[in-house]
Nanobody, 122 residues
Framework: VQLQASGGGSVQIGSSLRLTCVGS????????MGWFRQAPGKEREFVAV????????FYSDSVKGRFTISRDLAKNMVFLQMDSLKPEDTAVYYC????????????????GGQGTLVTVSS
C-alpha cells in the first residue's frame, strides 16, 4: 500500500500549485484522505482533510480560504489546490489516509508516503 505525492515546485509569492496524491495497493474510498506538511526545523502540521466518499472538508486556519482539497474516488486520488502561496507555505507536503478523519488532523494517519517539496520565495 502506497501513497505518492507529486506536483511540488519552486514558485513566487502569490502563485498557485496543485498537488496530487495517488494511492495504490488498496481502495481508499472508505478512508478519509488529507495533507500535512513539514517545514525545515519544524513539527509536522495538519493542512487539510476530506471525508471518505468526497464529503466534508476541513482546513487548518493557516491555509483556510487559500487551499482547496478534493478527491477522485474512482482514481484513488486526492488533490490540493494551493492559491495565493506565501513563503510560510514552504514545506514538504505529504498525503495521508485513515479510516478516522481525526487521525489525519492530529497527523497520525495509518497511511502516509513520500512527500513533495513546495518552495515559495519572494
Amino acid at each position: 500500500v502506497q501513497l505518492q505525492a507529486s506536483g511540488g515546485g519552486s514558485v513566487q509569492i502569490g502563485s498557485s500549485l496543485r498537488l496530487t496524491c495517488v494511492g495504490s495497493g488498496r481502495s481508499f474510498s472508505e478512508y478519509a484522505m488529507g495533507w500535512f506538511r513539514q517545514a525545515p526545523g519544524k513539527e509536522r502540521e495538519f493542512v487539510a482533510v476530506i471525508k471518505r466518499r468526497g464529503g466534508s472538508t476541513f482546513y487548518s486556519d493557516s491555509v483556510k480560504g487559500r487551499f482547496t482539497i478534493s478527491r477522485d474516488l474512482a482514481k484513488n486520488m486526492v488533490f490540493l489546490q494551493m492559491d495565493s502561496l506565501k513563503p510560510e507555505d514552504t514545506a514538504v507536503y505529504y498525503c495521508a489516509a485513515d479510516e478516522k478523519l481525526h487521525n489525519i488532523v492530529i497527523v497520525n494517519a495509518e497511511y502516509g508516503g513520500q512527500g513533495t517539496l513546495v518552495t515559495v520565495s519572494s
